[in-house]
Each structure stands twice: as structure tokens, then as C-alpha cells.
């Protein structure tokens, strides 16, 4: 089938060329990391101190607004932050601030970001598009949907994992995370490209369901999304480590590293958001394989090393969010829970998929 | 925060779900717990047990005790490779089993972290559920004395009088759905306290009470259900035809509470099996066409048509019928010496390898003089190789049977059970092997005779009920609503403040402060905030729009 072999290298071709844009964006977002200024960087997330705000108000009277740190989350719930009345000031109304533009306690929200940067989110943004071009020629090379074995997984996850970047990116102006959340796409894919490949091939019947686009996307959506929330914990806990050491007058060793990064406290939200949209995601994805089984082989849960190892993996994540909500738990004890969760999936992938037998052992490889 | 007591921890968890606020004064600790000793400590270990912090400690473990599960083989799903590991490791599987590590989900320290866990969770559940149906009718707290001390805040001056100023704010944010109360205060001013979000609390909940229905659900899975296996060979009126009663299955697994009633005696019969493979030799498709007749039908009835297929499983009376395997049938009429037909019909092979090589043994205990046995393999698409006959593709190209024949006692009627597979060779003599294409028939040395007929196909169903199935799957529904709401749904509360203002240049004019809080994701809510001041603030001075 000459068609069919056709898509299937235009894909791997494409997929080659995602990688190289996603390696030169890799090298711009680091540059800008260490080079560029650190305001246009981390222009929202950053907000470790009480900072005043421009909100509108009334039109005809004078306006006092004022916004304190957010740092008062806790197992308690409401709470105000000790110290924050001094925060209000008195400010004339002002254009009501938009989503992403802006937004309260920008620490230089009106700076320009770098060029560098820019030019980095380009490069990713064209990157992006030809490994969804990869993505959708390997469909066809395959006829049918293109993630059925380990390798098209591989693809998938890079892909959605570029694609909460890009999200995160465009609404809360997250480029510091550039470079961290491109490495380990780049080196995901070029394991996926070599280790894992297989040619385009129809599926077999197990996976033949509608339930594959329904399980496996979600999955596939989850595991990309978690991708990111480790990545963003791995940087809180550089961060929190260069913290501690700079409040205790301590050389930062490699922490230094950590010194463009947003505040600890700030990483410590970002990675709870991502975590807490991608776990419902994974809910929902384990939900739908124990229906799916319950189709394929008459028993929705029956502890087979995959199943096994989701709910391990669910119980981790579970544990990571409810250690957030427990105030002896919080910060880092949590992060680790969070990377733990991510180790967990990582097994539940790969190790399962090749090393041992059960029914999912699909991998082709 | 520092290290929590459990007093404490509840104390602020009841403190959360009433309403309270730390801009309040604290509600008076409790008294000190200076009661009978045996009392006091049940109930602190009742306390120790219902807290997060062990809830946290249990689901951790529950993650830990699942791993042995997964990394070592388990009974329950590969005998065999159990089997293999004992033969491994002699001396070590023995220590393991004594722990159930190869039956972890059945063991009993299993059952007592995930029970324990399940305790703590109704134990925390029912006064997070009094508090939170108080809270759902208790009135939004009042405004604190210093609302520039909340973290976001606003405040500008208006002509409209105090009260009507709250009751503008008040008509836009019931508009918006917020649960608001307004209160007169002293020096002729109102404030406002206004709260939104309580379905994060309630999704909360809902979330943790469906954990424990899906436990239900499992649980009445593993006691009321069914479920059992069965062999068909396709267009064997015999063989290809099954009925719902015990009897019928190979291999029947009952729940613990299981009664035979359960079972309602649909029949259904195999017409015909189609596997299609790619050129590479994996699976492509699998199709059975069966017919059913549901129980209420009586004999009478009439038969309906399915495609069943893996992942189309056929629903019917309550239980679900599910294609499990496939195989090869060699279809063989034995003579015996007397010339007179012995056996005739399809005796299932079992395939052995990705190519389908199946092995098994023909036994022909109605042969006279004396008995006939035969054991071999079936190679569905033959070739040569060094080593002997195989397969080199599942699918029918070259279909060779290979068999070895024996006479003598077949031992049936010692009462020793035995493998349909295979022979027992111990009352047997060798006679002759021979390699058959079908259509070929062999003369046995000393009388008696083999046709190799044809192929059939077979297919494993498995059937059962798992009355716990919609139960589950409610459950799981809720889990996931239960879930985005509690992650989703941001709890936070709004006070307007309205007074007089008191300094001379501004008579007749009053003084508006709000303040708002967040729980969670404080960065989205100063968004809100900052669109609603500046709606209050439209409605303060256009109180009619
Ligand atoms: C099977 C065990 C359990 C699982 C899988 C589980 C899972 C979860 C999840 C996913 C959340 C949402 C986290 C968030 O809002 O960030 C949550 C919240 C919560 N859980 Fe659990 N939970 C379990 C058992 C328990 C138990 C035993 C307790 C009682 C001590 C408990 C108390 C809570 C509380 C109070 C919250 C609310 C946190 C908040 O929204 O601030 N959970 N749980």
C-alpha cells in the first residue's frame, strides 16, 4: 500500500521536524532564562509580597482598592494573612484589567517581554503544529486513530504536554518553564522515534473500540498534563531549596539556579492547578478503561498489573492533593507525594507496557 | 502552621464548614477532655482515626500495599506464572506466600488498610456532612470590624444613603447568585456579608460518599455474581450450544451469597467463527455469529441473530456473554477394527503459540476390540523445519494434523480425573504416527481407521452477572462530578460595608468599603473582585438598573 507507506514516513518525517524546532525554542527559552530580564519571565505568577492594584471602580469618586499576597491558603480555609493592612492604597480608577494582561500583582506588567522569548514561543508554536501534522499523517498511514501502541502514545503525550505549556503560557505568561517542560518532551520523543517505534499497522482487536478514543485520550491527556505538574514541581522544589538557603545566609549551590525562578510559593500554585486539572482528567480515564474492560473482557477491575498501577498512581495523586489541604503536609512534603505520583505513571507506562504480561502488553515492541 | 493536634484539626475543619472565620473571634476552645480514661482514649483514637493526617497516612499505604500486586504474579490472574516463580525461587516464594504476596488483593492485611481507610472516611464523612448541611442554613457570616485587613479590598464614596447602597449591592449579588445578609450597625450604617460557592463542600462530599458506594458496588459484585466459562464449537449442534444452568459451564465461579435462582436459563448457539488475521500474523478481527433465545421466550420462541465480538459483548436476561478465546476443532471419524464408526465429531485443540500450533488428544473409548487414542498437534499453516512441523501463520494455508496412535485402556474408568487434552499413555501401546491433510484417511496396523473430516473452529464465552455493576458504575459517575465540583467550584465571601461619612466635607455622603476572600486560587478570585467592585460600584449610583 504505497498511499499508506507514504503518510507513514510524511509523519516521521514531520515528527523530526517538530523536534528540531521544539530543540531550537528549547535553547531560546533557556537563554532567555539565564540572560533576559527576570520580570518578563514570570510576569503574573510572581507574587511573593503584598503588592497595591489597579482595579476600576466607579467612575465618579475616588477608588481604593488593594490586594494582599496570596500566601493564606491552609487546611483552616478562610484566613487572612497577618500583616497585610497596609496593602490598600489610594489610586485612580483605571482600565479594568483583562485575563492574562496584566492581571494584579504583576511585579512589571507593563514591561515587554523579550525578543528571545518571543521568538522561542514562536518556534514552539510552529513546532507544535507539525507534530500535530505528524500526529494526523500517522492516522492516516494507519487508518484509524493515531494512538494505538507505545510508540503513538509517546507522540500523544509530548504533544499534549507542549500543549499545556502553550496554554499555561498564553494565560498566565509562564515562558520560565520553556525550557524545562522542552527538554524532557525532546528526549521523550527521541526515545519514542527510536526505542519504541513500529511501523503504522491496524490495531488489534482488544484495542479495536470506540472506547480507545475515549480512554486512551483521556490518558494520553492526563499523562501529558502530569508531565508539565512534575516538571513545575521539580522547579518548586529548586526553588524552595535556594529560598532556604539564601534566608539562611547559606551559599545556593545548585540551587542558584533557582534564582530566576518565581517564588516557591508561586511554582507551589501553579503545580497544584495543573495537578488538580489533570487529576480528574485521570479519574475520568481510569473510569473509562474499567468500562471499557468491563466490554472487552466481561470484568471492569480485576487487578491486572495496569489497572494495578493506575490506582496506584490515582491513590498517590489523591494523596498529593489532600496533603495540600493538611497543613503539617503542605510544601514539600506534598511536592515529593506529587513526584512520586508522576514516578508511579511513569511505571504504569513503560514498565508495564514492555516489561511484564498482562493484557495491556500491546506495546509492538 | 505548626504541628496540629486532632482537636485541633477539627476544630478548625468545624470552623470552615460553619462559617467561622479567623476574622472572628474564635469560638471558645472545647473543654478540656478530662473525662473517664477508657472513654477518653476511645475516642481519641476515634479522633486519631478520622483525621486527615491518617487518611493521608492510609491512602498512602493503600498505594504501597497494591505495589507487591502489581510487581509479583498473582493467582487470581496467571496461575501458571505463580507457578513458574515458585519453580524459580524455591526458597523464597514459599516466605512470600506466606504473606499472600501472590494473592494481595485477597489478602487480609489488604482488607484492613483499604477497611481502615473506608472507616476513617464514613467516620470523618458524617460531621463534615452535619456541619456542611448547617452551613447550607446558617446566614453569611458578619462583616469583620477592619475590611482593609481582608486581602482584597476596595472601597469609594457615594450619595445614595448607607442602606440603600447595601441593598443595591445586595439585589446584584443575589442576581449573581451569591447567598447574601444584610445587618444594620450602629451610627446608622449596613453592611452586607455575602458567600459563594458552598458546591465546592458539597461536591466534596459527594465525591468521599461515592468512594465508599463504589466499595458497595464491588462488594455486591464479589457477593451476589457469576461467572463462568464455556467452550462452543461452531455448527456443532452438541457442542456449539449452550444453556444457563451450572451444568453447562466448564467453569463456574459463584459470588459468596450466589444462589442458583440467579441464573436465567437463556440458551444460545454458535452458527459460525471468523478470524481474520493481517499478513503479519496478528490479529485482525474475530466474529461469532450465535443466536439467543431469552428465558422468557420459552422454548418456543423465537431466536434472535449477534455478531458477538471482543468488546461487543451480548447482553441478555441480566447477564453478559463475552467472546474470551478462539481455537481449532479437528472434526475425525474413528473406526474401530469391527469396522463400525466409534466417534464423530470436532475435538477441540488448544493453540499453543502465536501461529496457532494446537495440540490435544482424541479419545475413542467406544472403539472395539479395544480402545483408541491419539495425540498430537494440528499445524494450521505447515511448514518444515528442522526441528519438525510448525506453524507459520494462524489462519487455515497448510492445515496438517499430526498424530500418534495408541490402543489399549484410555484409564477413563479408573476415576482419575484427566486433561481433555491429553492422554493418559500409562494402559496405552503405541501404534503408528502418520501427518493427515484433511480428507485423508489412515488404516491403523492391526484394523481400525482415522478420517481427518475437517476443521472446525471453537470460541470460549465467558458469562456471568455482576449485580454490582451499575452501582459502580453510579458511583464512579458521582466520584468524577464529586471531583470537578470540589476542584473547580471556588468558595469565597464578599462584605460591603456602607456608613456615613464622619468628616465635615463630605456631609450626605456615604462611605463604602468591600472586602473578599478566597480559599482557593486566590489569583482568579481578585479578577472577580475586581469586576464586581466595579459592577457595585455602577448599581451604588444607578440603584434602579
Ligand atoms: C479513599 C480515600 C480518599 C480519597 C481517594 C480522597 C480523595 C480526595 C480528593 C481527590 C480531594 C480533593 C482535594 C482538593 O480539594 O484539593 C479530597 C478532599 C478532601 N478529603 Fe479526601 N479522600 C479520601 C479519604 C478521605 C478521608 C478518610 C477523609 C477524612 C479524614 C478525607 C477528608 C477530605 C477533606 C476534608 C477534603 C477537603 C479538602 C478541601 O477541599 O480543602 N478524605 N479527598
Redesign the pocket.
Known amino acids: 500500500m504505497p498511499a499508506d507507506a507514504t503518510f507513514g514516513s510524511l509523519s516521521n518525517h514531520l515528527l523530526v521536524a517538530s523536534m528540531v524546532a521544539y530543540s531550537l525554542a528549547m535553547l531560546g527559552f533557556a537563554a532567555e532564562f539565564s540572560f533576559g530580564r527576570r520580570s518578563a519571565l514570570t510576569r503574573v505568577l510572581d507574587r511573593g509580597d503584598s503588592v497595591p492594584v489597579r482595579v476600576a471602580g466607579p467612575a465618579p469618586a475616588r477608588v481604593l482598592v488593594g490586594s494582599a499576597g496570596s500566601e493564606s491558603r491552609s487546611?483552616s480555609?478562610f484566613e487572612v494573612p497577618a500583616g497585610s493592612s497596609g496593602a490598600t492604597s489610594t489610586l485612580p480608577a483605571g482600565p479594568l484589567p483583562g485575563r492574562g494582561a496584566g492581571r494584579p500583582g504583576s511585579e512589571d506588567a507593563a514591561g515587554p517581554p523579550g525578543r528571545l522569548g518571543q521568538a522561542a514561543l514562536a518556534l514552539t508554536v510552529v513546532g507544535w503544529a507539525v507534530h500535530v501534522g505528524s500526529v494526523v499523517a500517522r492516522g492516516f498511514a494507519a487508518h484509524r486513530v493515531p494512538w494505538g501502541n507505545m510508540y503513538e502514545f509517546s507522540s500523544m503525550v509530548a504533544l499534549v504536554a507542549v500543549t499545556a505549556f502553550l496554554v499555561l503560557a498564553v494565560r498566565e505568561r509562564v515562558r520560565y518553564l520553556g525550557a524545562f517542560v522542552l527538554l524532557p518532551v525532546v528526549l521523550y520523543l527521541g526515545l519514542a522515534g527510536t526505542v519504541l517505534y513500529v511501523p503504522a499497522a491496524p490495531l488489534v482487536p482488544a484495542l479495536n473500540s470506540y472506547w480507545i478514543k475515549i480512554h486512551v485520550v483521556a490518558a494520553i491527556t492526563a499523562t501529558g498534563t502530569f508531565m508539565v505538574s512534575g516538571v513545575v514541581i521539580m522547579l518548586f522544589l529548586l526553588r524552595a531549596r535556594y529560598e532556604d538557603r539564601v534566608a539562611a545566609g547559606r551559599p545556593a549551590g545548585v540551587a542558584a539556579l533557582a534564582h530566576r525562578l518565581p517564588s516557591a510559593a508561586a511554582l507551589d500554585r501553579t503545580s497544584?492547578r495543573v495537578t488538580?486539572f489533570a487529576?480528574p482528567v485521570w479519574?475520568f480515564a481510569v473510569i473509562a478503561g474499567a468500562i471499557w474492560a468491563e466490554a472487552a473482557w466481561g470484568r471492569y477491575w480485576g487487578w491486572d498489573p495496569k489497572e494495578t498501577w493506575s490506582f496506584i498512581t490515582?491513590?498517590v495523586?489523591?494523596?498529593y492533593?489532600?496533603a495540600?489541604?493538611t497543613a503539617g503536609w503542605k510544601g514539600r512534603r506534598a511536592a515529593y507525594l506529587g513526584l512520586l505520583g508522576f514516578a508511579a505513571l511513569m511505571v504504569d507506562y513503560y514498565w508495564i507496557n514492555i516489561g511484564v504480561s498482562g493484557l495491556h502488553s500491546y506495546s509492538g515492541v | 502552621m505548626t504541628e496540629l493536634t486532632t482537636e485541633r484539626e477539627l476544630t478548625t475543619?468545624r470552623e470552615?464548614v460553619a462559617g467561622g472565620l479567623s476574622t472572628q473571634p474564635s469560638p471558645p476552645p472545647p473543654a478540656p477532655r478530662r473525662r473517664r480514661q477508657p472513654l477518653a482514649a476511645a475516642r481519641n483514637a476515634w479522633r486519631q482515626l478520622?483525621?486527615?493526617?491518617?487518611?493521608?497516612l492510609?491512602?498512602f499505604l493503600?498505594a504501597l500495599a497494591a505495589v507487591p500486586g502489581a510487581a509479583l504474579p498473582q493467582r487470581g490472574l496467571n496461575p501458571v506464572q505463580v507457578a513458574d516463580y515458585f519453580a524459580a525461587h524455591p526458597r523464597l516464594a514459599p516466605v512470600l506466600d506466606r504473606f499472600s504476596l501472590f494473592d494481595v488483593f485477597a489478602a487480609p492485611w489488604f482488607a484492613a488498610v483499604?477497611l481502615l481507610?473506608?472507616v476513617?472516611?464514613?467516620?470523618?464523612?458524617g460531621p463534615?456532612i452535619r456541619l456542611h448541611a448547617r452551613a447550607l442554613r446558617a446566614r453569611p457570616p458578619a462583616a469583620p470590624q477592619h475590611l482593609e485587613r481582608l486581602p482584597h479590598t476596595a472601597g469609594w464614596e457615594t450619595e445614595a444613603a448607607p442602606q440603600a447602597a447595601v441593598a443595591a449591592a445586595r439585589a446584584l449579588l443575589r442576581r449573581r447568585r451569591w447567598r447574601t445578609d444584610v445587618r444594620a450597625e450602629a451610627g446608622g450604617g449596613a453592611s452586607l456579608g455575602a458567600e459563594k460557592g458552598y458546591l465546592?463542600?458539597t461536591g466534596?462530599l459527594l465525591?468521599?460518599v461515592a468512594?465508599v458506594g463504589l466499595l458497595v458496588g464491588v462488594a455486591m459484585g464479589g457477593l451476589f455474581g457469576y461467572k463462568g466459562t464455556r467452550l462452543l464449537v461452531a455448527g456443532d449442534e452438541a457442542s456449539g450450544s449452550f444453556t444457563n444452568t451450572v451444568t453447562q459451564y466448564d467453569d463456574f465461579h459463584p459470588g459468596r451469597l450466589f444462589s442458583g435462582s440467579r441464573l436465567a436459563p437463556f440458551a444460545f448457539v454458535l452458527d459460525r467463527f471468523t478470524a481474520s488475521y493481517q499478513p503479519s500474523g496478528e490479529a485482525r478481527q474475530f466474529i461469532a455469529d450465535v443466536r439467543y433465545l431469552p428465558s422468557a421466550q420459552g422454548a418456543g420462541g423465537r431466536w434472535r441473530p449477534y455478531r458477538l465480538q471482543v468488546n461487543h459483548p451480548l447482553t441478555v436476561d441480566g447477564a453478559s456473554v463475552y467472546l474470551i478465546g478462539h481455537g481449532y476443532a479437528v472434526h475425525v471419524t474413528v473406526r474401530g477394527a469391527d469396522g463400525r464408526v466409534a466417534l464423530d465429531q470436532p475435538v477441540p485443540f488448544l493453540p499453543k503459540d502465536q501461529n496457532f500450533t494446537s495440540v490435544g488428544a482424541i479419545k475413542v473409548p467406544d472403539a472395539r476390540p479395544a480402545q483408541l487414542g491419539f495425540s498430537g498437534f494440528l499445524t494450521p499453516t505447515t511448514v518444515a523445519t528442522p526441528s519438525g512441523l510448525a506453524s507459520a501463520y494462524p489462519g487455515l494455508r497448510v492445515p496438517r494434523l499430526t498424530l500418534l496412535a495408541y490402543r489399549g485402556d484410555l484409564g477413563l474408568d479408573s476415576g482419575r480425573p484427566q486433561s481433555v487434552y491429553q492422554l493418559s499413555t500409562g494402559g496405552l501401546r503405541r501404534i503408528q504416527s502418520k501427518t493427515l491433510a484433511p480428507g485423508q484417511t489412515w488404516r491403523l496396523p492391526g484394523g481400525g481407521s482415522l478420517t481427518f473430516a475437517g476443521i472446525d473452529q471453537w470460541i470460549t464465552v465467558q458469562v456471568g452477572s455482576d449485580p454490582g455493576n451499575t452501582p459502580a458504575l453510579a458511583a464512579s459517575g458521582a466520584i468524577l462530578l464529586g471531583?470537578v465540583l470540589?476542584?473547580r467550584v471556588r468558595r469565597r465571601r464578599l462584605w460591603v460595608r456602607a456608613v456615613p461619612a464622619s468628616d465635615g466635607g463630605t456631609a450626605g455622603r456615604t462611605v463604602v468599603s468591600v472586602g473578599g476572600l478566597a480559599?482557593?486560587d486566590t489569583d482568579a478570585f481578585a479578577e472577580e473582585f475586581a469586576e464586581l467592585v466595579a459592577a457595585l460600584g455602577r448599581s451604588a449610583d444607578n440603584p434602579h438598573h
Open positions: 487546611g480555609g497544584y488538580a487529576f479519574t490515582w491513590v495523586y489523591a494523596g492533593l489532600h495540600r489541604t | 475543619e470552615r478520622t483525621s486527615m493526617r491518617t487518611a493521608l492510609l491512602l493503600l483499604y481507610l473506608f476513617s472516611l464514613v467516620g470523618c464523612l463534615r465546592r463542600e466534596n465525591f468521599h468512594l471531583l470540589s476542584l480559599r482557593t
